[in-house]
């Protein structure tokens, strides 16, 4: 997890890194191309389940690479040593996956909004 403050809490996420099995692909099953369960294998891929920012965040210099969300998500990958980060979203909060794209994420393969697999989830990708 990691804290952003200065004389308050400013935002924070929360990540880890992930291997081959265990409890928290729940979600996940089906969508993950055989790429990304590589590098689970390898230990280069992390789940990110939280950026929690101010909404202002998500409306301001999303594109910027100083914005707090990006600042905080590209951390986890860096401190992990992961290649790949991965998040599950719900597939009605299209507020969430329009603030998680404006931030760098993008759909996984195979997954436009004509063209999403079928589930109550959505899976975006956050690549180095």
């Not at 081959?20 to 692909?25: D, F, H, R, Y």
């Not at 290649?83 to 994420?105: F, Y």
Request: aromatic letters at 10%.
């Amino acid at each position: 997890m990691l804290i952003s403050e200065t004389t308050a809490l400013t935002g924070c996420a929360y990540g880890f890194p992930v291997r081959g099995g265990g409890p928290w692909w729940e979600g996940f099953d089906g969508y993950l191309p055989g790429r990304l369960l590589r590098l689970a294998a390898s230990g280069r891929l992390i789940v990110i389940s939280g950026i929690y920012v101010p909404s202002r965040v998500r409306r301001q210099n999303q594109d910027r690479a100083w914005n707090l969300a990006r600042r905080l998500q590209r951390r986890l990958l860096t401190d992990h040593g992961a290649a790949v980060a991965v998040t599950l979203v719900n597939r009605s909060d299209h507020r969430t996956v329009e603030a998680l794209r404006s931030w760098g994420w993008r759909y996984i393969e195979g997954d436009t909004p004509r063209t999403s697999p079928l589930g109550p989830f959505r899976v975006l990708v956050l690549d180095t």
